[in-house]
């Protein structure tokens, strides 16, 4: 199997705080769900952001093998990645505004489009969208399940709703990459099992998934491999089924707590 993203030596250190990566090397395949496991504070979301350039790394190399031709560009890169965050701040605006915002930053549109979008967008007003954005937004809403919602304010969706309007944010820019930092933390069994049904399809269409969870019940469910992240290193990792196979390692065991090792 190909190599889509390829980590090595990773470290990042935040300005007068501490080092959260010291070394990280990693491996993501092509078409896999890969998840990062690990305590509170271990660098997960830290990892996630200087994968998808919001940090840059103090040492270190990520490679990017996307499959479709790149200029190598540091936009032409983050354009084939979405991330989902820890907590999606959603805009101050419709559910249909929220998703095609992240549309109208990547697609390459004619010009002229992105000009008036630009000046609408930044108003908050795209009130009279472009039938190629108005479908790809209808089939993200539908996507995670919230057809009806598009008109309605962001800020009258419950948490699971905001969350799926944030993922639906990430799919309609059909990512190679999507990274989903603990997407379905806080969120209801209901909501939980849908948002992983979103994510199975999205990886079934081709989407390389990066999942940050501390769910182990859910890492079971949807990872193909996954890696356990401790004080910015990773400490274990291998195919889902041999990771958590009782009695487990040492760091495994300690994590994930022994009664779910089976
Ligand atoms: N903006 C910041 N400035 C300084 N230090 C930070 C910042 N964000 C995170 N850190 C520190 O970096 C380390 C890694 O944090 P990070 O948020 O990446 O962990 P995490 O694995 O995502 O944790 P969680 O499971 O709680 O989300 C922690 O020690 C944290 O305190
Ligand atoms: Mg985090």
């Known amino acids: 199997m190909s190599v889509i993203l ?97 549309l109208f930053l990547r697609e390459p549109l004619p010009g002229r489009l992105r000009v008036r979008l630009g000046h609408l967008a930044r108003r908050l007003r795209l009130a009279v969208p472009p039938s190629k954005l108005e479908a790809r937004v209808e089939r993200a809403l539908e996507e995670v399940g919230l057809s009806g919602f598009a008109g309605k304010h962001a800020r009258a969706l419950s948490r699971g709703e905001a969350q799926r309007v944030a993922l639906a944010r990430a799919l309609a820019v059909e990512p190679e990459l999507l990274l989903l930092d603990e997407p379905t933390a806080n969120l209801d069994p209901p909501n939980v099992l849908l948002i992983e049904e979103v994510i199975r399809r999205a990886n079934r269409r081709g989407a390389t998934v990066l999942l940050a969870s501390h769910n182990i019940g859910q890492v079971r469910r949807l990872a193909d491999r996954a890696a356990l992240l401790v004080e910015g290193r990773i400490v274990e990792s291998g195919p889902v089924e041999e990771l958590f196979r009782a009695p487990g390692s040492g760091s495994i065991r300690e994590f994930v707590g022994e009664e779910l090792l089976t």
Do not use: C
């Open 6 to 102: 390829s980590v090595h030596g990773l470290r990042f250190a935040y300005p007068r705080g501490p080092e959260a990566l010291r070394g990280v090397d990693l491996e993501i395949r092509a078409g896999e769900v890969f998840a990062v496991i690990g305590p509170n504070g271990a660098g997960k979301t830290t990892l996630f952001r200087v994968l998808t350039m919001f940090y840059r790394p103090s040492a270190g190399e990520v490679e990017y093998r996307f499959r479709t031709a790149s200029d190598g560009s540091e936009l032409g890169l983050r354009r084939r990645m979405a991330m989902v965050f820890q907590d999606p701040v959603l805009l101050n605006a419709s559910v249909w505004e929220n998703v095609a915002y992240g």
